[in-house]
């Protein structure tokens, strides 16, 4: 996995940063010069080498000449994962040869190994700017061939890996942004309670959910279905009879397309139900009042 976990816009962010992914200086963190640096104090030197302050894009102006109202990333925060049991080394070295293919003489980096979870990850910040000027502009394309990459360094490393898209792993459903899936697991999320609103009077009005994101994911299913009958073929082809067939029916049982609205106008259904149910398991087991005696 290769992901963009968001950058700071300031040079106090940056530093918070870097003594997070550090441990507060407990943690090695490794250098695009090679350095091992440990200890708060040798963080703050290796920004100040870096001169954020003196980054040139966010200064940048508007076309009316107004600062811009968009803050601009100092640095990327990257992060380089294998799921567990990857041994943590091989997870670090196959991050250090991408870091250097990437960034090494074009953007000042810093990266970390982390070890605290299941999975091993390495945590890489880069500056934005380049050493010649132009900055870092990542994009999905860029993401999609980073993850190919880093998964070739860890075959390079003797670790069987793949960079498989999500909807190819039967993956539809995004992941949700850091502060919009805080506020829902509190129950804070007004975005959320206007969705759940307007499922709900649909429902009420038409007894169903129509949903135009459907007919685009059930083109994208049928497409990865498509290849995945290439894919048995051409098993088939080279006498891999019993692979072939396994690929058969992975694909035969992908799940079925579901849209966001979808799934949660189903969990809202099963709310109400559940709802209803309880409610009467409750009144049925109230005294029941005879009437009075006249």
Known sequence: MVKVTGGGTSSGAVAAHVSYIGRHGELEIETDEGERIRGRKEQ??????????????QYRQQRNGEKAKR??????????????????????????????EKFRGKHRYAMVLH??????????VVKAESIQGPRLHIDKPMLRAWREDFAQKMREQGVAANATPAVYRGRNKRGRKDAAYRAQRHNHSTALRARVVSIAKELQ??????????????ETRKAVLEQWKTVADI??????IVLAGDVRYFAAH????????ERLALQFVDYVRSAVAERAQREAKLPRREPPVR
């Open 71 to 100: 803050p601009v990333k100092l640095v990327h925060n990257v992060v380089l994962s294998m799921p567990a049991p990857t041994p943590p080394e091989k997870v670090l070295a196959a991050a250090r040869e991408f870091a250097r």
């Open 44 to 57: 703050r030197a290796l920004l100040e080498d870096w001169h954020l302050d003196l980054s040139p894009g």
């Open 254 to 261: 992908l799940p079925a397309v579901r849209t966001d609205r």
């Open 205 to 218: 009005a038409t007894g169903r959910i129509v949903d135009p994101k459907r007919a685009k994911l059930e």
């Open 115 to 124: 070890t605290d979870q299941r999975h091993p990850h390495v945590h890489i």
């Open 235 to 240: 098993l088939d082809g080279q006498g891999e």
